[in-house]
């Protein structure tokens, strides 16, 4: 006769699956944790697409279905990949690669959103504040140092987008399809979505007749260097909202001027 | 107890309860007793089975599921606008549609629920107690399809021994599901979307591939050499979020006791056994019973069935 207690091995296996499933439970919510890990280290400030709410919100509110990607006429928006943490398909802009120029007009991929992430109560270009631009690099830029530019912006491999009114009203077309010969680079605010807009509305023709699309501020303006010289320095007026496409254009590596994501523009 | 009662009970996890001989009705009775002495020729049954077509419902289901993530991915790569978005949410010829489960938890981080949500989520919820609730994991999600084909990998691996299937207790998907609710609620982001397959293949299928594929990979390897079909039937959430909409379904499927044999091929197939329970022998509560919510109306049971004892049903026709 056997002096050990005889094993009941139902209980023995009852117990082993109770501590399995104790483990798949805390393994399952370790797991999806980690994502705080990539969140809250902020390395990663996005340009987010225009009427995206503040950081946290917008992470909250946006479903992750790729909406506002799809309505996109440039096609500026991407969605994060599982490295941006809980902002796994949450979208973004890489406004170096393709700014959003508001060739859509009316905000597309606000009106798009199902869950308000970008909020609806913009309904213009020039209500949004994706970012701030910044001229980071002031010896780069080409207007400060006094030099033109000739040719195909960002080069003949370029493939971002914008859209020229006078080539077509409708569609965006790859930049370099569109070369310039300037005496003095003024890129940055030649082809600043908000500047476009003054100026039509300056000429008395605002997008679709609509004087509500006319913004109230300059975005951008060349100005006379302190001191004299041939040069002349962009600077970045309280009307900027951080589209980008500044960035974008600009045909120095880095590029002189940059969008600063966070909302310092807001104490301008 | 309630038929309703039961589904639930069983939904979040409860093991299926052998009905009390006076919680079965007389005619049940009558047919169990007749059955008590029957013996069962495997043999026979499935030389029966083998000699009629035996994937219908497979094919039809892989092909509405093909279908329908195609059309999510035609809709953008064309342009040509049916059906908008990723599974997540979407709008289906310009209507709002959004996904029950990631709708609930953008509610509980958000906290604000705007009308086109609203819209999208009441269209949705409509659309599946028509359809059968879970009939969303089996019909739609596409992270389904690639687990079966795992689950067919890791059955052959089993055979040779090179694949282990470890249970677990099927209540860890409740706790998951209120560990999950509470995260959106207390932090504010919402933590399941991170780690849900259905959400990272549907945006990949559209918008292309990403690292977050790797994560789609290891739960499929885990399910391939751990637990067999692990994700579906002890964590995914949204699996819970549409069982509760098949609760009030009336899209079923429904188990006719008089002409089955009891051989159990249909509870071989499917991902989720236990609400086959009325199929054991002596364990029907009445004539017609039923099948609980937790049923992904698959059809891989009505498949199997060589004797026709299981069928679609549409409660009211």
Redesign the interface.
């Known amino acids: 006769m056997s002096t050990e207690p005889p094993i009941n091995r139902r209980k023995q296996q009852a117990r082993r699956r109770f501590l399995r499933t104790a483990a798949l439970t805390v393994g399952v919510t370790g797991i999806s944790l980690l994502g705080f890990l990539p969140t809250t280290g902020n390395s990663r400030a996005r340009l987010r697409p225009p009427g995206a709410l503040d950081e946290h919100d917008f992470y909250a509110a946006c479903i992750k279905c790729g909406q506002c990607v799809q309505v996109c006429p440039v096609k500026a928006i991407e969605l994060a990949d599982i490295s941006d943490g809980f902002g796994l398909g949450v979208p973004y802009i890489d406004a170096r690669a393709q700014a959003c120029d508001f060739s859509c007009d009316g905000l597309q991929c606000v009106l798009a959103c199902p869950t308000g992430a970008l909020t609806h109560e913009i309904n213009y270009p020039h209500e949004t504040r994706m970012g701030f631009a910044r001229l980071a690099w002031p010896g780069k830029c080409l207007a400060v140092r006094g030099q033109g530019f000739q040719g195909q912006v960002r080069g003949p491999e370029f493939e971002g987008l914008l859209r020229f009114d006078e080539v077509d009203r409708w569609n965006p077309i790859p930049v370099r399809d569109q070369p310039f010969d300037l005496e003095l680079c003024d890129l940055c605010v030649r082809l600043c979505p908000i500047e476009i807009r003054l100026a039509q509305c300056a000429e008395g023709k605002p997008p679709s007749n609509d004087a509500n699309q006319c913004p109230p501020a300059h975005a951008i303006t060349l100005q006379p260097m302190n001191g004299g010289g041939v040069g002349m320095v962009p600077v970045v007026e309280a009307g900027c909202v951080g589209c980008g496409v500044c960035e974008m254009v600009c045909p120095t590596e880095p590029p002189a001027i940059v969008i600063d994501i966070d909302r310092t523009a807001d104490t301008l | 107890m309630t038929h309703f009662g039961e589904s639930l009970m069983q939904l979040l996890g409860r093991a299926p309860k052998r009905p009390d001989k006076a919680a079965i009705t007389p005619a049940a009775q009558k047919i169990h007793l007749y059955k008590r002495g029957q013996k069962v020729d495997m043999e026979a049954i499935r030389a029966e089975h083998a000699a009629h077509d035996s994937r219908k419902w497979l094919r039809r289901r892989w092909a509405t599921l093909l279908a329908v993530n195609l059309l999510f991915v035609l809709?953008?790569q064309l342009d040509i606008q049916l059906l908008?978005?990723?599974l997540?949410?979407?709008?289906f010829l310009g209507f709002?549609m959004?996904?029950l489960n990631?709708?609930l938890q953008?509610m509980l981080?958000?906290?604000?629920v705007?009308i086109?949500?609203l819209i999208?989520t009441v269209t949705v919820l409509i659309l599946w107690i028509v359809l059968g609730g879970r009939s969303f994991c089996s019909w739609v999600c596409p992270y389904h399809l690639i687990a079966e084909w795992g689950e067919k990998l890791h059955l052959a691996l089993a055979a040779r021994g090179l694949a282990r299937d470890?249970?677990?207790?099927r209540?860890?998907r409740t706790?998951?599901y209120v560990?999950?609710g509470v995260?959106a609620l207390a932090?504010?982001?919402?933590?399941?979307?991170?780690?849900s397959p259905t959400?990272?293949l549907s945006?990949a299928l559209?918008?292309g591939p990403?690292?977050?594929l790797?994560?789609v990979v290891a739960l499929l390897a885990f399910e391939v050499f751990v637990s067999r079909r692990?994700w579906c039937r002890?964590?995914c959430p949204i699996g819970l979020t549409y069982g509760l909409v098949g609760l009030v379904s009336p899209l079923r499927v429904s188990y006719r006791l008089e002409n089955c044999q009891h051989e159990g091929e249909c509870r071989k197939v499917c991902l989720v056994p236990h609400v086959l329970d009325p199929v054991i022998k002596g364990r029907a509560r009445d004539v017609m019973v039923p099948i609980g919510a937790d049923c992904t109306r698959c059809g891989a049971c009505i498949d199997a069935c060589p004797t026709g004892s299981l069928r679609y049903e549409f409660r009211g026709l």
């Open positions: 809709s953008f908008e978005g990723a997540t949410a979407s709008r709002h959004a996904d990631a709708a953008v981080a958000f906290k604000h705007v086109n949500l999208g470890y249970s677990f207790h209540g860890v706790v998951l560990i999950f995260l932090t504010g982001y919402t933590v399941f979307e991170w780690i959400g990272i945006r559209i918008y990403g690292l977050a790797a994560w692990a002890y964590v």
